[in-house]
């Protein structure tokens, strides 16, 4: 890989490894340190993600407009002015507005880090996103074990060493990236194509994969929410409820080519690998529902990356191959989008189901749900198939 590359896989671990100091903590905090209902931690982390959305969409913006470099420190710069102020002060009101800049202020980041990695190594296709994904697991992994450590000494600690690991990547950003060259004429958001999509099957067939993409994040986004306090309430500690996004970004890292191979060798087809994933991850909720060791959710976390690893990387493969020329980015978009989505609604249905009916309506619905994803995914393409039939009709006539 070029040094530029190096550089960004760098600073995106140390990014996400500052934020998984508290991502995974957050519903705990709300709800046991706070005092409010799941449903409350809900709706907070719904408006943190909806910042996030805007922050996405701005910065694609912004990398077209004034370059990665200056858009990457504008979003550092109002994310770490956020978490100085949570540092200084996290009580209630001031937590859901700092709170709020830091998806708004991260959310502007995420596009030129990656439209910048593709930019630097363009003969390397798609490995410059594969070792961005990489570097990001690795940071939930180190960020999340870490985080439980330092909760266990001090809860409020969480919140400086957040700020400081920021301030890290912020120096990494101001002075190794200034040199990258990235064309801002690449990236592509969804702000950029407004104009009318004309080939409607291939965009409803996706819209469809999306549903039950929008599903699977309501689902798997109950692990950093609800369940995440269903297992305090059970005894689980902080560091170790902390080392579980540990075992999920480590096995994210180190089982990448036992799961390529399965997928080469016996999974043919897109619908069928996100199909494989959705029936793990209702094994996935099967395990953790009825969990009371901390064994057992151990086991439930090995199993749901798993079916995250299958489901993840093929719905946007999806979304590449449905795309008309000159139309991915906007593909993508609508992929991205789905996904903040779930992250969005995903926390305030788990938490008004567990206030209202308790965690075992919870997982039920959750296996519910990625019944409903199968289905979905299953009928998708169906009438691509009817079209692409009639094509080959009209031209055997």
């Given amino acids: 890989m070029p040094k530029a590359l190096w550089l960004l896989v760098v600073g995106m671990a140390i990014n996400v490894t500052g934020a998984s100091f508290l991502w995974p903590l957050n519903t705990i905090y709300i709800h046991d340190i706070l005092g409010k209902s799941l449903s409350v931690a809900g709706l907070v982390l719904m408006v943190n993600a909806g910042a996030s959305v805007i922050g996405n969409l701005i910065g694609g913006y912004l990398f077209d407009k004034i ?87 001090r809860f409020d600690y969480i919140f400086l060493a957040n700020t400081v690991t920021y301030a890290i990547f912020f120096f990494i950003a101001l002075f190794g990236y200034r040199s990258i060259q990235a064309n801002p004429t690449i990236q592509s958001t969804v702000l950029d194509h407004s104009k009318k999509i004309k080939d409607h099957t291939k965009l409803y067939a996706l819209l469809i994969v999306c549903i039950g993409y929008l599903l699977c994040w309501m689902g798997y986004v109950q692990w950093q929410t609800s369940i995440a306090t269903h297992t305090q309430s059970l005894g689980i500690s902080l560091k170790q409820y902390s080392i ?86 906007f593909y993508q978009g609508i992929v991205n989008s789905t996904a903040t989505g779930g992250r969005m609604l995903g926390p305030l249905m788990g938490g008004i189901l567990v206030d209202l009916h308790g965690m075992e309506m ?34 055997s006539a």
């Fill in 67 to 153: 370059g990665g470099y200056r858009s990457i420190l504008l979003g550092i710069s109002i994310t770490i002015t956020a978490l100085i102020g949570m540092t200084l002060n996290h009580s209630w009101n001031f937590y859901i507005i700092y709170l709020t800049i830091i998806g708004f202020g991260s959310g502007i980041v995420f596009p030129s880090m990656y439209a910048m990695a593709g930019s630097v190594w363009k003969e390397g296709g798609r490995k410059s996103f594969n070792a961005m994904y990489v570097s990001q697991n690795l940071g939930v992994a180190i960020g999340a074990a870490l985080g439980g450590l330092v909760a266990d000494i």
């Fill in 244 to 329: 579980l996004w540990t075992i999920n970004g480590a096995l994210i890292v180190l089982a990448q080519p036992l799961i390529s191979y399965i997928v080469k060798r016996y999974i043919k087809t897109l619908k069928a690998q996100i199909m494989v994933g959705l029936m793990i991850f209702i094994a996935s909720f099967a395990v953790a529902g009825t969990a009371e060791q901390y064994t057992a959710f151990v086991t439930a976390m090995v199993i749901l990356t798993v079916g995250e690893m299958f489901v993840w990387p093929a719905v946007p493969t999806v979304a590449n191959d449905l795309a008309p020329k000159g139309r991915e980015g």
């Fill in 362 to 395: 919870l997982f039920g619905v959750l296996m519910g749900l990625m019944v409903i994803a199968i289905f979905t995914t299953s009928i998708y393409d169906r009438k691509l198939k009817v079209q692409r039939g009639i094509q080959e009709i009209t031209k």
